[in-house]
């Protein structure tokens, strides 16, 4: 993740509901996950007998050193809708196995396409974004009053902001 949802050392509220094969993670409120978990497992190359799979999950796993405290949790099922696992997934999935964020920065909210949809094609994808629309003389922002707004709009958003300037062809 690119951007922090939740401070160290502060109490933040997690919500993750699992249904099925599939999970949504929220942290303080905000839908970050919306996971299908593929039929077939993704095998992972640098620790033999690890797959992506069905069964135990764990809040924290990777530091012995570390704590974590924990309050109330709850696990609801969800229908089977799974995700297609070609190559393309296979790739995003090693990248994300090795911690390197997976970004496309250059996603605009055009066409039809509402900042909602692109959010959801993010987490099902497994793709974050960095929305930005065009600016500049004969596009939707024309001054820093709209970039302004632009920002505030996307305040507290799981993406990077970003204005593209563009110069009005004639």
Known sequence: MYKSFARDNEWFSMHIVVRGKRILVYVNEILLVDYFEPTQTAP?????GRVISQGTFAFQCHDEDSQ?????????PLPDELPVMDDIYRQI????????PVIDYHVHIKGGMTLDQALAKSRR?????GIAPNCG??????DDTGIYEYIQQMK????????????ASG
């Open 137 to 142: 003389m004969g596009f939707p922002i024309t």
């Open 68 to 76: 974590v405290f924990l309050r109330i949790f709850f696990v609801k």
């Open 93 to 100: 999935a090693g990248l994300q196995e090795d911690n390197f």
């Open 156 to 167: 507290g958003q799981p993406v990077f902001s970003a204005c593209k300037p563009r110069a």
């Open 44 to 48: 992972q190359e640098k620790e033999t």
């Open 125 to 129: 994808d497994g793709i974050n974004y």
